[in-house]
């Protein structure tokens, strides 16, 4: 079990505004985090573990400034490994104030001989008004649409080691509400005989917002990266 709190309040305006998250309010939040794992033996009698079977997770938000609705949604998260090179994860986001699951999404990873990493996604979301303050940990604001405040997309990604050291990735995301791609991308991704460092050149495509561009992206392993 864990507890977290986060309060921060400073002159915005002093900072450059890109899209509409760059303007946040002041928020005090406590984060409620409750996970489990089972992790399966190495061998019979062996309490060294060997991969992580199991993992479940329930957290939530409250916010002290939110006035009536202090609390955010809900979230579960649920990843089974049977094998060490495969896992299925699944996220469900559930509103605490209209009992109604707002989202959840389901998917898979699988590595093929370390030479072919494939996963898959299914992301689903009912329409609602939407309020950004009600939700958790949403990075990829893409892949959530907050225009149409509803989604069913597919998200495919695939990484094919061709050789000791260069790589072949792939990924799209498309829609079935608008039976179109939103997104594709490609890219080469060269790793140092050590592992210590890589370089990806990729080229990416996106409907929403409309934009092509090509990405170099240098990473320091344990470091950092730096891309243009």
């Given at each position: ?7 921060f309040k ?7 505004v890109?899209d509409?998250?760059?303007?946040i309010?002041?928020r005090?939040?406590v984060?409620f ?8 033996p ?5 309490f060294?573990?060997k991969?992580e ?18 609390f ?5 998260e649920l990843?089974?490994s ?10 469900l986001?559930f509103d605490p104030?209209?009992?109604r ?9 699988v590595?093929?001989?370390?030479d ?14 939407i ?26 990604g695939?990484g ?6 260069i790589?072949i990735?792939?990924k799209a995301?498309?829609s079935?509400?608008i039976d ?22 990729s080229l ?6 409309h934009?092509t561009?090509a ?12 891309g243009?």
């Amino acid at each position: 079990i864990e507890a977290s709190s986060v309060s921060f309040k400073q002159d915005r305006e002093e900072f450059p505004v890109f899209d509409n998250i760059d303007r946040i309010k002041k928020r005090s939040l406590v984060s409620f985090f409750l996970t489990n794992f089972l992790y399966i033996p190495e061998k019979k009698g062996d309490f060294l573990p060997k991969w992580e079977f199991l993992m479940g997770r329930v957290y939530f938000n409250y916010d002290m400034d939110a006035g009536e609705k202090p609390f955010s949604d809900i979230a579960g998260e649920l990843r089974i490994s049977p094998f060490k090179s495969f896992y299925i994860d699944t996220n469900l986001y559930f509103d605490p104030y209209n009992a109604r699951m707002r989202r959840w999404s389901v998917g898979f990873d699988v590595n093929l001989k370390d030479d072919i990493k494939l996963n898959f996604d299914y992301q689903f979301s009912k329409a609602f008004k939407i309020d950004t303050k009600s939700l958790i940990d949403i990075t990829d604001y893409s892949a959530f649409d907050v225009e149409r405040e509803r989604m069913s997309n597919i998200i495919f990604g695939a990484g094919i080691k061709v050789s000791k050291r260069i790589a072949i990735d792939l990924k799209a995301r498309y829609s079935f509400l608008i039976d179109q791609m939103l997104e594709s991308g490609y890219g080469v991704v060269y790793t140092s005989d050590q592992n210590c460092w890589s370089v990806t050149l990729s080229l990416e495509n996106r409907k929403r917002p409309h934009e092509t561009r090509a990405v170099l992206l240098f990473n320091f392993t344990g470091i950092g990266s730096i891309g243009i």
